[in-house]
């Protein structure tokens, strides 16, 4: 399976093979590692995935932990032992958002008519309605699960692919679920927090549930199928843009009142994720409205 990687990138991965911090009972074994290997140089998943699993894999034990007791202290609370590393990623990703990405969405929210922005929007949400309802059911909320798959037939018929929220006037309200939500329900601890080339602020957790969602993807090119490929192409295309145009005003906002924006984005993503995972634990006390935008401002690609 790893035929193609040098033995020194396998020793140099095969460390922290035993429980990691604020991962419970998880434990990382060699085995899931050469798997993430293996979906890493797989030419079926796109470059950015690989990239960030590369990148997940080899940011172990990057930075020393402060001797300072109060220095250690806010080490821990951060639970970002590859600090270092991570900002060096996060300047790389903010370069790639101020040149590119946020000048295309800046255009596009300023110049494309509202109504068209609106059916982008709803479009792309219902294309993730499938792996929505997956996690629903994985996390033992079926009442839920059964009404994003309603939403999913509804708007895709009556609502034209999903262009029109018709079932938002059904009360057939939306909200969102994703596999790193899944693990935390089940008790799997965030791990220490991670910047991710091109995905911007995750944790292990997360960044394994963003592959398990890369290949479960209905819409994914793992599958083979060539006519859903390109629908998921189109939707990651799409809903990046819909995601970083919709929060403009918030990390424009976080940014101007930020000392440390690296850290700011840090706190903001770690504890959204936090109550997302409240949220699956207790899904009575979820809201009737879809999330706020994410902080985030490259992660919308990502199913």
């Known amino acids: 399976m ?34 993430c290997l293996a979906w890493a140089q797989s030419s079926q998943l796109t470059p950015r995935v690989a990239a960030a699993f590369l990148s997940l894999l080899t940011m172990s034990g990057c930075a020393d932990v402060p001797s300072d007791p109060q220095e250690r202290a806010a080490f821990d609370r ?6 270092p590393t991570n900002r060096a990623i996060f300047e790389a990703n903010q370069f790639a958002d101020r040149n590119l990405v946020r000048p295309v969405a800046t ?21 993730r309605e499938p792996q929505v ?6 996390q033992g909320n079926l009442g839920r699960a059964g009404n994003t798959t309603l939403r999913f037939g509804v ?14 006037g059904w009360e057939l309200s ?7 939500q899944t693990l935390g329900v089940w008790g799997v601890g965030p791990g220490p927090f991670v910047e991710l080339p091109l995905l911007g602020p995750s944790n292990v957790r997360d960044a394994v549930g963003s592959a398990v969602g890369v290949v479960a993807d209905p819409f994914s090119s793992v599958l083979g199928v060539a006519s859903l490929a390109t629908i998921g192409q189109v939707r990651s ?8 145009a919709s929060a403009l005003d918030v990390t424009d906002q976080l940014e101007a009142q930020s000392l440390d924006y690296y850290a700011t984005l840090r706190s903001v993503s770690s504890q959204r994720r936090a109550n997302l995972v409240a949220e699956g634990n ?21 199913p």
């Open 2 to 35: 790893l035929d193609h990687f040098p033995r020194e990138l396998l020793v140099g991965l095969s460390g922290p093979l035993g429980p990691m911090p604020g991962l419970g009972n998880a434990f990382i074994s060699l085995r899931l590692l050469q798997t």
């Open 78 to 83: 951060a639970n970002d032992p590859a600090e």
């Open 107 to 127: 255009a596009y929210k300023d110049y494309v008519p509202d109504r068209v922005q609106r059916g982008i929007h709803n479009f792309v949400g219902n294309l």
């Open 133 to 138: 309802a997956l996690n629903d059911a994985l």
């Open 155 to 168: 708007n895709t018929t009556a609502g034209v692919g999903g262009v029109f929220d018709v079932a938002a």
């Open 174 to 180: 939306q909200h969102q679920a994703d596999f790193g």
């Open 237 to 244: 295309g799409l809903g990046l843009l819909d995601g970083r």
């Open 282 to 302: 207790n899904p009575a006390s979820r809201t009737t409205s879809p999330p706020g935008p994410d902080p985030n401002p490259l992660a919308p690609a990502l």
